[in-house]
């Protein structure tokens, strides 16, 4: 049974940093490119950054230099180091779990909720 658990959302004052995790469990890991996603009150789920098997990343534009990911394969977990952050990054923050060539294969966490506010 796949598992993918997000942890380390919180509140924080504007211009703090938070550390994402997202642990994934009953995958092989290294299969599968991970992502994270954002959700803020009554707006639609948008990417915010990626890191395939080979290491390759991509960063939504709003991230700005703020953002790293980064993933640990003998941990079989991603994260997702914020700094610099704005109230407008207030959202529920979601790990994405999916193996290229293979959509059915596709994983999502149930999220973790970030709000930034003074």
């Known amino acids: 049974q796949v598992h993918i658990v997000e942890s380390g959302g919180g509140l924080v004052q504007p211009g703090g940093s938070l550390r994402l995790s997202c642990a994934a469990s009953?995958?092989?890991?290294?299969?599968?490119?991970m992502a994270w996603y954002r959700q803020a009150p009554g707006k639609q789920r948008e990417f915010v950054a990626s890191i395939n098997l080979g290491g390759d990343i991509h960063y939504a534009d709003f991230v700005k230099g703020r953002f790293t990911i980064s993933r640990d394969n003998a941990k079989s977990t991603v994260y997702l180091q914020m700094n610099n952050l704005n109230p407008e990054d207030t959202a529920v923050y979601s790990c994405?779990?999916?193996?290229?060539?293979?959509?059915?294969?596709?994983?999502w966490g149930q999220g973790t909720q970030v709000t930034v506010s003074s």
């Open positions: 994405n779990a999916k193996r290229p060539l293979y959509s059915y294969q596709n994983y």
């Open positions: 009953g995958i092989i890991f290294t299969d599968y490119t």
